[in-house]
């Protein structure tokens, strides 16, 4: 068993942060992290030393090698590439240091389950950087969610296409996002999954069984309009939240009505609109936040390994079901399939 050595976490001296890969995320990690009260930023790496030193010297600290930052932290993001997730989280871990690790938590389901069952023997934090979690808008809808007759969710999560010649799949890249949060506001795992996909993988869609509740997710790198959306549809009212503009409308008693004033029937349909308040504010801010509380108090992160596992579990199926047959979809014409409890 690894021991872990940050013995004094829980007191009020700053945590010591570092920051592994400082690309565009990273970047945005090591920025608040220097901006947290109760943080002391005490290094970046990155491959390129370049854009490591570049990262440090605008954030006011130093580029380090790994091994060297993993002697003088406390806690860790790592924002490397997915491919390499599962072996700089495990030598994150090794060395003693909490994690946070941007989604997806690995690059497959039993690398994930490794490193969870590394970090509880560890009695480490290991947090899976499922933002959308930290969105004010989630958080409300979340609150108000357990009072709902939930019968259906669709989420869409769309875009134009990326500036970049090889982006990655919308489906790990994107989709993934609203897994999580329909997973996590229903307090449900999903029973059957069916997925389409078109454009080379930069479409999909995918229709999620949670026991009553039918959840359809979209993602997409060929849309004209940048969306980030959530419907909720329960029996008695129906919500509708924008990730964007962190907003929560909440429409009741809708009802339809024919009115007769000049001799020509015309149709008109009323509802009442609640817009719940909202303490916007930055997701990011807030996840990190939450990591460094849970360090702290040595408690369960708000996004666990088992949480990232889930996520990344649910799509790899829609990947394969949406990708095309395989040697297991082939002769299912529906392409759906039961996932097991």
């Known amino acids: 068993m690894t021991t872990n050595r940050r013995t004094n ?5 700053p945590i010591r ?11 945005n ?38 091994e060297a930052l993993l002697d003088r932290c406390d806690l860790v993001t790592v924002a490397v590439p997915t491919g390499a997730h599962y072996e700089t989280v495990s030598t994150c871990l090794d060395a003693g240091v909490h994690v946070l690790v941007e989604k997806p938590i690995a690059g497959t389901v039993e690398e994930g389950q490794q490193l969870a069952e590394q970090a509880r023997e560890a009695g480490l934090v290991l947090q899976v950087g499922h933002i959308e979690r930290f969105n004010p808008a989630v958080r409300t809808v979340a609150d108000l969610i357990d009072d709902l007759d939930v019968i259906g ?97 909440i429409h009741r008693d809708s009802y339809p009505e024919y009115l007769s004033g000049d001799g020509q029937p015309r149709y008109r349909h009323e509802s009442v609109v609640e817009r719940p308040h909202v303490d916007t504010g930055e997701p990011l801010r807030y996840e990190l936040e939450a990591f460094v509380s849970a360090v702290r108090a040595g408690s369960e992160p ?9 996520a990344l579990e649910t799509v790899q199926l829609i990947d394969r079901l949406a990708t095309g047959p395989t040697d297991d979809t082939e002769d299912d014409p529906s392409r759906e399939r039961e996932v097991e409890a």
Do not use: F, W
Not at 37 to 59: M, S, Y
């Open 9 to 13: 976490t829980t007191t009020e001296e």
């Open 17 to 27: 942060a570092g920051v592994i890969g400082v690309g565009s995320m990273g970047q």
């Open 29 to 66: 990690h090591a920025r608040v992290y220097g901006e947290l009260p109760t943080v002391d930023l005490v290094g970046v790496t990155d491959r390129d030393d370049e854009i490591a030193r570049t990262v440090a010297r605008e954030h006011g600290t130093e580029p380090v090698r790994l």
């Open 153 to 249: 969710v669709e989420a869409e999560r769309l875009g134009p296409p990326v500036d970049r010649a090889a982006p990655g799949n919308v489906i790990y890249d994107l989709m993934v996002h609203d897994v999580d949060i329909v997973g996590s506001i229903l307090d449900a795992k999903p029973r059957s999954i069916a997925a389409m996909g078109t454009d080379d993988g930069q479409y999909a869609t995918a229709t999620i069984e949670y026991g009553d509740v039918v959840a359809t997710v979209t993602a997409s790198r060929v849309t004209q309009k940048k969306v980030r959306k959530l419907t909720v549809t329960a029996r008695d009212c129906l919500l509708e939240v924008d990730y964007l503009e962190q907003s929560v409308l």
């Open 302 to 310: 708000v996004v666990t390994a088992e949480d990232g596992i889930q």
